[in-house]
């Protein structure tokens, strides 16, 4: 795993709004992990959020395109989390303002023969694959333009928070080319073949409301909240039992993609795993006793 860097860091303040109440988020510390690409932060949290690991794009210049140099930051940032047993989940986010990730780098693009371009989407599909495969829950939060690449990279994380100035597309075939990393299959997945079919065909841009009301998306929240919103659910996720979300994250991706039959099979195998866990009888222990859990991950 990528070594910590010696210093830690205050993490700016920011605010999680709701009906009920406001829940402000102070002075959460974490550590800097070392990273394969200036244009990628990884970070893990520390203290009571211990297992919350955050991975931030930073490419101001660029907007967040996807290079080459990007990518290949993406792609050790994902094996460090695989790697990491202590992580619970990941969040993926960007510290640029207004633009989460504006797609592939069209000027780094011009500059790439045929098999070159071939090369890179085939890395980029597969990083955006490995993405969607990790234990762990993924969040995408989603300030701003989420385009090409970069709505790839958040259609391949299990949630999506976005704020309302979000905008969503996949703009591929007015460069006479489609999606490649992985949008024509899971943009159908989460709004229907017909829905995303006119996306495509089309090009069209959606608002982070109208992502919300066609299900692209889990939360759409006022803009510059996304973070915080996402901070909220992976709080949540994170009191969980670890072992409980990773096997239910495994049910439901198997499940998924065979027939209801062999769909409860893959339930019950999974199901079955947790039996035998220290984890599981805690959670009883802790019902009974009326006191919060303390899971430990066996």
Known sequence: MAAFCATQR????????????????????TLLLQSASESVKLQRFTDSDSGIVEVNLERPGAKNAIGKDMLMGLQHAFETVQKDRMAKVLLISSSVSNVFCAGADLKERKTMTA????????SLRSTFSYLEALYIPTIAVIEGAALGGGFELALSCDLRICGQNAVLGLPETGLAIIPGAGGT????????????????????????????SMGLVNHCVPAGEARAKAFEIARNINQK?????RIAKQAIDEGYEVD??????????????????????EGLAAFAEKRMPNYIGE
């Not at 899971?186 to 992502?211: C, H, N, W």
């Open 241 to 245: 039992g670890p072992l409980a979300i």
């Open 260 to 281: 209801m039959e062999s769909g409860l099979a893959v339930e019950e195998n999974c199901y079955a795993q947790l039996l035998h866990t220290r984890d599981r009888l």
């Open 115 to 122: 098999s070159e371009v071939h090369d890179y989407v085939k």
């Open 10 to 29: 205050i993490s700016n303040n920011f605010r999680i709004r709701s009906s009920s109440n406001l829940l402000r988020l102070q002075s959460i510390r």
């Open 185 to 212: 299959l899971r943009l159908p997945r989460l709004v229907g073949k017909s829905v995303a079919k006119e996306l495509i065909f089309t090009g069209r841009k959606v608002s982070g409301l109208d992502a919300f």
